[in-house]
């Protein structure tokens, strides 16, 4: 079969200039876009120059506008805001501040232009771009440039990618700064349960999102808030008492606290403002409640950026300079985007479009158009949000006869209780009698199994760890046993939620069918690991937070190198054998290099990282970051690539090592892994209660599970959640290594070593193709994303 990848080192950028600037509201992760941008564009030849201060920058020309130099972007990736300025710009609005600004490109050569901003800059530099040759033509007639010039530069190519922290932009799941907006949102919940606990204080916390209520909505679902107020959303009449009752209840069942959230763009169903005060008074008047209110402010805007920001801008600003070099002259202007973690490029006038569609919905007060619009992402976490915030009543819920079992299996994953939480309730919801199996496969067979309500779960989002309890025992030897509570406790449906073993262990259980018919009940599998060695899934609960620990030890390390120069510093991480954590943590951290047992390496690299280093030295950058997955080699173990490179690097740099251990595992989840674990344990849960009763058997009044699909692992997939039966995964698996065969992670690996400045290749066969936004049907939102 012909081989038809295509790789980068075809597309060249000499001869070419690109231009990048950033325009209307900050965002965290700007910075890891232009770092991308200038040093992609150096790499493949091209001339970056760096516009400063937006579209005003671009009008007033001068100084504003210049060449950059790989120098001139480095430890820019954990710094928030963005280090080019961005300013709102009327002139830019008028036909003659937009021919200053074609007459100031032109001059420089400059026929690439890179936006980071939200959907007013993209539209502006759509404009434009269509005006572009007319902007031309009144130069040549004015005199300002010459025809040759015209000609040359007659054809202006524009891509664009989304700053925004509210999440409103249509065609990309995430935009840039959303992730660590919502770190900001969820480290004051964090802080304001404490002691609102204390106190058995109510809190009203206004976050941002005048038109978008994304941040409010995944913030509500992270911490587990008993009210929401969004903008898509509005309440119904009367939602006042309604939610005054669920307040009150909430307290009834010993609950200390109340969070509600509210969207600064919050309305009721009348178009009226809500507002937090509003809120507050409310409260106070009807319950008399102690009643707090925060507004965070741009406190959201602030800080530096998460992981996910860091390795989305990083592939975002990598795909735009391909984008640019691509680019002929009938090539609309494109958004690079991302749609489950794939990137893809999207018409920028038609994701514009969208947007301002869902904006024209809420005018005319087409709410549920409104959510539709906004796309999968949006759609589904509402609609898990409705599915846990409303405690239904004894007499309302669905009578179910099934009891389904929830245990943790494997090393704690931050997210794991989140997950447990969301299981718990839509079970409840659904009318299951649910149990919680302490300890893992041990705990069952030794019986440390008790019914858990709803109120049992209550705050568990934002804790980490497993409060469940986890073993790594498999549960081969104990098969028995196991067989035994199953039918003590009259076990119809298992929810497991763990890492490797977990997936070993239904396996197992799958295997056991055969001789214990106890077995043969639906069983599920979430992945829930640092590690994010799964088959079956890109994506592990735990994974993010495990990351962003990462990240957060390794600025604080290039931190200290960078006052003591002419440091290098060697940090060993977690993961087995699989370098996830090593490779995206050291996209996401700048490092120079990362040693990973699935790309093997040998003296030669080590010495060609070690000379790489050397002359990084000499350079305005004096220091360096080495990542090392622990078993990534049984020979070049981490003291021994520390003691090669003090040795190697004698008098041109020293080197410290670092050994980062349980620190991965622990803490509070991230937003993303709160938000991840919620959303894919409701969806394993609506999968049970389908196949319950699928199987159920009345003659017998029993239910009897033995095909292949009754056992399944429930994984992200490129772009969808998928439920794949296990066995069927067997051959996609390294047992030994306890890894996938393929994973999807080690095509960004060239990123991370373009980015530090290697000659590498990149296979680019997923990029390039211009995708049209889709609307989505109902149906559609079964498979979404995260």
């Not at 809120?279 to 800080?303: A, E, P, S």
Request: net charge neutral.
């Amino acid at each position: 079969m012909p081989d038809t990848k295509k790789f980068f080192e075809n597309l060249s950028g000499a001869g070419k200039c690109v231009a990048v600037l950033t325009s209307g509201g900050d965002a965290q992760g700007m910075n890891g876009a232009v770092r991308a941008v200038v040093r992609m564009g150096i790499y493949v030849g091209a001339k970056v120059y760096l516009i400063h201060e937006g579209y005003q920058g671009m009008v007033d020309g001068g100084d504003n506008i210049k060449e950059a130099t790989w120098e001139s972007v480095s430890s820019m990736l954990q710094v928030g805001g963005t280090f080019i300025g961005s300013a709102r710009c009327a002139e830019f609005r008028t036909h003659d501040g937009r021919l200053r600004a074609a007459q100031n490109l032109v001059k420089r050569g400059i026929t690439n232009l890179c936006v980071i901003g939200g959907d007013g800059s993209l539209t502006g530099a759509n404009l434009f771009r269509e005006e572009w040759s007319g902007l031309l033509e009144e130069l040549v007639q004015s005199g300002k440039i010459d025809e040759a010039a015209a000609q040359a530069h007659s054809v202006l190519h524009i891509v664009g990618m989304v700053g925004s922290i509210d999440n409103d932009f249509c065609g990309t799941d995430m935009t840039i700064g959303t992730d660590s907006a919502l770190h900001r949102i969820i480290e004051v919940v964090d802080a304001i349960m404490t002691t609102a606990q204390s106190h058995q204080r109510t809190f009203v916390l206004e976050v941002m999102g005048r038109h978008c209520g994304y941040l409010a909505l995944v913030s509500a679902l992270a911490c587990g808030a008993d009210w929401v107020f969004i903008p898509e959303l509005p309440p119904e009449d009367g939602w006042e008492d309604l939610m005054c009752q669920k307040l009150s209840e909430n307290r009834a069942d010993k609950k200390r606290l109340n969070i509600i959230i509210v969207a600064e763009g919050a309305i009721d169903s009348s178009n009226k403002a809500i507002s937090t005060d509003y809120v507050k008074d409310l409260v106070v008047r009807c319950l008399g409640f102690d009643t707090r209110v925060t507004i965070l402010g741009h406190v959201q805007r602030g800080g530096t950026p998460s992981a996910f920001d860091r390795i989305l801008a990083s592939r975002m600003g990598v795909e735009a300079v391909l984008a640019l070099l691509e680019a002929s002259p009938g090539t609309p202007a494109c958004v690079v985007s991302l749609c489950g973690n794939q990137a893809v490029r999207l018409p920028l006038m038609e994701c514009v479009q969208m947007t301002q569609e869902v904006q024209k919905a809420m005018d005319e007060k087409k709410f549920e158009e409104a959510v539709r619009l906004r796309g999968r992402s949006f759609e589904n976490n509402l609609n898990t949000y409705k599915l846990l915030s409303h405690r239904k009543s004894d007499s309302e819920l669905p009578h179910s006869p099934f009891t389904v079992a929830v245990l943790n299996v494997g090393a704690p994953a931050a997210g794991m209780n989140a997950a447990v939480r969301s299981a718990v309730r839509v079970g409840i919801t659904e009318g299951h009698k649910m149990l919680a199996v302490n300890d893992g496969f041990e705990g069952f067979s030794k019986g440390q199994i008790k019914e858990i309500k709803w109120g049992d779960v209550g705050g568990w989002t934002g804790q980490g760890g497993s409060l469940l309890g986890t073993k790594r025992t498999l549960p081969l030897k104990k098969l028995d046993k196991i067989a035994e509570q199953i039918r003590i406790h009259n076990i119809n449906a298992l929810l497991v939620i763990g890492g490797f073993e977990a997936y070993l262990g239904l396996l197992e259980l799958l295997a056991a069918r055969v001789s214990h018919e106890e077995f043969c009940v639906p069983m599920v599998m979430v992945p829930a690991t640092v590690s994010n060695n799964i088959p079956g899934s890109d994506l592990s609960i735990g994974a993010d937070t495990a990351l962003n620990a990462i990240t957060d030890t390794c600025d604080r390390i290039k931190q200290s190198a960078s006052g003591t120069k002419r440091r290098v510093f060697i940090i060993e991480t977690m993961g087995g054998y699989c370098g996830y954590l090593a490779s995206v943590g050291g996209l996401a951290a700048g490092a120079d290099a990362a040693y990973i047992y699935e790309e093997p390496f040998d003296i030669r690299d080590l010495q060609a990282n070690v000379e790489h280093l050397t002359a990084k030295m000499k350079t305005s950058i004096q220091r360096g970051l080495v990542l090392r997955n622990e078993n990534s080699n049984d020979n070049y173990t981490t003291d021994f690539i520390y003691q090669l490179y003090s040795e190697e690097g004698k008098g041109v740099f020293d080197c410290r090592k670092n050994v980062l251990g349980h620190m991965q595992q622990g803490g509070a989840p991230s937003p993303f892994d709160r938000n991840f674990g919620t959303k894919i344990a409701a969806k394993a849960m609506q999968w049970i209660s389908k196949r319950l009763r699928e199987f159920y058997r009345e003659d017998e009044g029993r239910v009897f599970a033995n095909t292949e699909d009754s056992a399944c692992l429930l994984g992200m997939r490129r772009r969808a959640l998928l439920f794949q039966p296990v066995i069927q995964l067997k051959d996609e698996t390294d047992f030994e290594h306890r890894i996938p065969k393929e994973q999807w992670w080690l095509k960004l690996r060239p990123l991370m070593k373009i980015l530090a400045k290697y000659k590498t290749s990149y296979d680019v066969s997923d990029s390039g193709q211009l995708e049209h936004v889709v609307r989505l049907r109902a149906k559609d939102t079964d498979n979404s994303t995260i």
